[in-house]
């Protein structure tokens, strides 16, 4: 049986006691069916970096340090100052300097030495997200011609947006030196097909031979689920929970949830903003509302990032400032983590689940809302139409999040939905998280990455050429 390598920036190693999270749930099934190899940054920095091999059943786990200066240059510049805002549509957020992009391709360097130790000739690669796109061509100039995959999950914006971005004429041509480049939406390949044919005069005749010229790279829409039975049940059991109790209790009246990273993309303030103009519109919910936003902190280092958590925090001030009464607080703003149970426990419980991102590859929490509802009386998913998840959620009440108004109208209109709706709502979301389980999500991306007869819901580029028109 040939070996999966998984190449990713960070590494999940399992650890009892600790509940999966973000990859690691993507990647579980793909784990456990067949021997892996993970290989990434071990989240410590030193000056003399060190590598670790853990071996957990037939898997293994390889981490590696990074020195201070990479971490700088790669982590923290590269990857989340340009291509995060980049790649999110914010080129008025990405800071660009040579330095960190040298950086990034040292550290894809470092992660292609690390691997040409190990490879052998039939092990399959597959590279996960924006940290890693230069890597297939460091492995193949090492003369390491593996097969090797790539997913991104992030949006991919439109060429108008790419081609902002300094040096974007050798970095994303990269991803040719891929076999298979998989996407969360035929909109996000589309953007990639198009940015091909405008920037390298692909055409419409679309099989592609770019980078080493080995093979043709070819494209497909995967996009990314959630467990959904697991987490319905899990969700069942956590309502119950004294934690939830209490929450509950606490709380007069109905509960809106959010749950996100702090991040820019997520678009919290907006949605703060959305939620006063509910609550201006609506007097009749005052006192019978609460909104709880839960929210870990993420990559506070970042300027931009500090810079939101205050806009946030202010915003939330702002809103309990006007309205609170004593009994009553408008807005519940948490700056902490939550256990997935916990978090299970609490979409089960609310009426409301706001998801408003502004732009977002997919969104787990979208599905994780659905998936926790009671399906004879489930709460309403109000969510952004750019996130990669309203393409499969046609069922949700989709908003614009640039749209204060209409986010208040949605919300508005959440609350007062009649139960019948509110059931033959959720009955269409819940089964189309049923027709796109992540447990064999993997299975079909490795499918698609053995050969294109393989590929049985992938999108082949032949099928994308409808999406470009030839310039
Ligand atoms: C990237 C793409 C794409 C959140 N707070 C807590 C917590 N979470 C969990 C959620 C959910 C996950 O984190 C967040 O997933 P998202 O999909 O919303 O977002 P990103 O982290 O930005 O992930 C995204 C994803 O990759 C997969 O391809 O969907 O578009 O940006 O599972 O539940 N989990 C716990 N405590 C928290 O407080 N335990």
Redo the contacts with the bound molecule.
């Keep these: 049986m040939a070996r999966i390598f998984i190449i990713s920036n960070r590494v999940a190693i399992p650890k009892a006691g600790i ?1 999966p ?2 990859l690691e ?2 990647l579980k099934s793909t784990l456990k069916k067949n021997p892996c190899v993970w290989l990434g940054w071990s989240g410590e920095v030193n000056d003399t970096p060190r590598t670790h091999t853990i071996k957990k059943g037939r898997n293994s786990y390889i981490v590696l340090d990074l020195r201070t200066e990479d971490f700088e240059e790669y982590y923290n510049g590269f990857a989340n100052r340009v291509l995060w805002p980049i790649f999110h549509y914010r080129i008025d957020l990405a800071e660009f300097s040579r330095r960190d992009l040298s950086g990034y391709r040292r550290v894809n360097e470092q992660f292609a030495d690390e691997l040409a130790k190990v490879l052998k000739p039939d092990d399959i690669i597959w590279v996960h997200d924006y940290h890693l796109i230069p890597l297939a061509q460091a492995l193949q100039s090492r003369g390491l011609n593996n097969r090797i995959g790539f997913f991104l ?2 949006p991919l914006p439109p060429p108008e947006i790419l081609t902002a971005m300094p040096h974007h004429d050798t970095l994303i041509p990269a991803l040719g030196a891929y076999d298979l480049v998989g996407f ?1 939406t035929d909109g996000d390949a589309a953007n990639f097909a198009r940015y091909l044919a405008k920037e390298l005069g692909t055409g419409s005749h679309m099989s592609l031979t770019l980078g080493s010229g080995r093979r043709a790279m070819r494209l497909g829409t995967f996009p ?1 689920g959630i467990e959904t039975r697991q987490f319905t049940r899990l969700a069942g059991r956590s309502v119950r929970t004294k934690f939830v109790r209490k929450v509950i209790n606490s709380i007069p009246g109905k509960l809106i949830i959010g ?3 702090l ?1 820019y993309s997520k678009g919290i303030a907006q949605r703060m903003e959305g939620y006063e103009r509910f609550l201006l519109g609506h007097p009749e919910w005052l006192g019978k509302v609460t909104y709880l936003q ?1 929210t ?1 902190k993420s990559r506070s280092q970042i300027k931009e990032y500090a810079e939101m958590e205050q806009a946030v925090s202010s915003a939330a001030g702002r809103i309990n400032g006007a309205f609170s009464e004593a009994a009553w607080t408008p807005v519940r703003y948490v700056n902490r ?4 149970t916990a ?1 299970a426990g609490l979409y089960r419980a609310s009426r409301v689940g706001l998801v408003t991102p502004m732009r ?6 979208a599905k ?1 809302y659905v998936a926790a509802q009671d399906p004879d009386d489930p709460g309403v998913l109000i969510l952004s139409r750019f996130a ?1 998840a309203a393409d499969e959620f046609r069922a949700a009440l989709l908003v614009n999040p640039y749209d204060p108004d209409a986010v208040g109208a949605a919300i508005g209109r959440a609350m007062a939905m009649p139960q019948d709706e509110r059931k033959q709502r959720h009955a269409e979301l819940y089964a189309s998280l049923l027709r796109n389980d992540i447990s064999d999500w993997g299975d079909r991306f490795l499918a698609a990455l053995a050969g294109p007869q393989k590929g049985r819901s992938s999108r082949t580029v032949q099928d994308l050429s409808d999406f470009i028109t030839p310039s």
């Design positions: 509940q999270g973000g749930v993507v999950h992030i969360q990314v749950v996100d990273r991040d839960i870990p983590p939550y256990s997935r978090l977002d590859g997919m969104n787990l929490v994780e990669g």
